[in-house]
């Protein structure tokens, strides 16, 4: 990628020069995209790039570092929209911060100009528009840039707590752009695992300004801190005041997800897929959901357009394609099945996740090998996976695509030894809640879906039996029982609830030093206080900006949560 001048761009002594800038016009008008180059050019834009099409946007972006990004919000002959564009771009961290994104529109109510002016983009410019004002916009844009230049230093530099701090102190002082630092500042508080800070500061914008985003951050804290029930009624008020908010229905499919509520997530993320609809994540969370819920036509169809749409994207998470190679293999589509284990293979290539392209592509030509009757190289591979269940880097993605295939094998009354008790295996390790209980259940099929739901009875089981000993006055027994247990089975819920009892009752054991001691080697070993990964969001891009939150510069690197496990969400 370009390096570009920004601290030049951003030099308050000469906002009008614009020969270093590079700069990109999305416009399907063939006559307005050329009037807004030559504007540009006016300007003294040094390179001027153009392109009519969404799609071929996106990639140049991906490739490209640009300085401005002017883009028409409706093209008459796509099903997408500017804002998509900019949403699906935001949300995968693939716009860096010294970029301006101006949105050019025929019409803009209040609320979404309001938005756009105290959040996430930089500029709407109404049309007709002169020269002059679109320099204006993009000089007014640079200027708030330059204004948050210390926070996005800190953020940078990975010093989170002094870039909020700094977004704090000016939300306190009502500096200039104060709202926007707020929103940045909680954001930064939120993704560090300072959920209560988060949504403390997020009130306070709401008793200032009642902004959507804040509202949409309350329920994103509330969700974090293990409330999804709150969440959903913060939402449900949310989306009555502004039905057309596609990030509040993301954020509900999570807390609907979370809350074992896998079809009313279904129609919450068909919402937002209805008012996104090249929306290449909402495509693949949607798609991803319907097919694990039994919905398999439509998530085919969905997963399908996700592919069509961004294969080539870094937006794209290649578990898609694995599933499209299951339903390929469900319909005896030989042809399919063997062009996704080549769109597997090429993505392989370029992959940035190696480990985890490998394992996806290995699975799919697991599906290929059965589909052409080598059954004892799937019988293989299944042992094999299953022998790896207990080690750190298997994780619910594999324990999911594990259990599907083994329902093939089970439909094609090919035994495997000891199913059963794999089976068992996965599910004391992976059946955290009722939502992955339930998750592990869809992709086990019929075959083994009982069994998994018996394996999450017995976790709660060994959970309650342990927990009797705090209740007869041996907080220690129930710390050694569960940390027992977690070591046996790798279950991240009785490791962590192991964690929360040594932190409540640590001054009424005598062992605790040397069971702090082994707690915190099983959450290092097992990954506990981790985000999951969720549906549809194991990109190639790197990290990605959740639904609401303000995308921060192309240098943040997500701190280490000290928080409890999540639960495999989708959004």
Known sequence: MQTLPLLRLLMPSAPHHFHDAHALVIEGNLQSRSILVSQLRELGVGTVVQCSRLSEARLKLEMNNFDVVICEQNFERESGSGQDLLDDLRRNQLLPFHTVFVMLTAEATYARVAEAAESALDAYLLKPHTAARLADRIVQARARKQSLQDIFTAIDAQDFEHAAALCQARFESRQTYWLYAARIGAELMLRGGRVEEAQTLYQAVIEAKTLPWARLGVARAQLESGQPAKAVTTLESLIRDDDAYADAYDVMGRAQFELGNFQNALTTYQMATQLTPTSISRLLKHGMLAYYTGERSEGVELLDRATRLGLDSKMYDAQALLLLAFARLDNNDARGLQRTVDQLTRLRDRSSSPARAHRLLGMAESLLALQQKNTA?????????????????????????????????????????????????????????RAMTELLACAAGTAHAERVRAGHAEVLRISQE???????????????????????????????????????YSERMSSYPA?????????ALYRSTATATRLGEHTSGGGLTPPGGVSLSAGYKPPKSEGLLDTLQTS
């Open 377 to 433: 190289r799937a019988i293989d591979d299944v042992r094999r996976l299953a022998d790896s269940a207990l080690t750190p880097d298997f994780d619910i993605e594999s324990a999911c695509n594990l259990l599907a295939l083994m329902q093939r094998l089970a439909a094609r009354s090919l035994p495997v030894n000891d199913a059963e008790g794999m089976v068992d295996r996965l599910a004391q390790r992976f059946c955290t809640s």
């Open 515 to 523: 069971l702090q001691e082994r707690a915190q080697a099983l959450r």
């Open 466 to 504: 342990a927990m009797a000993h705090s209740l007869k006055g041996d907080p220690q027994g129930t710390a050694t029982q569960l940390l027992d247990e977690g070591a046996r089975t790798g279950n991240a819920k009785l490791i962590e609830s192991a964690h929360q009892v040594l932190q409540r």
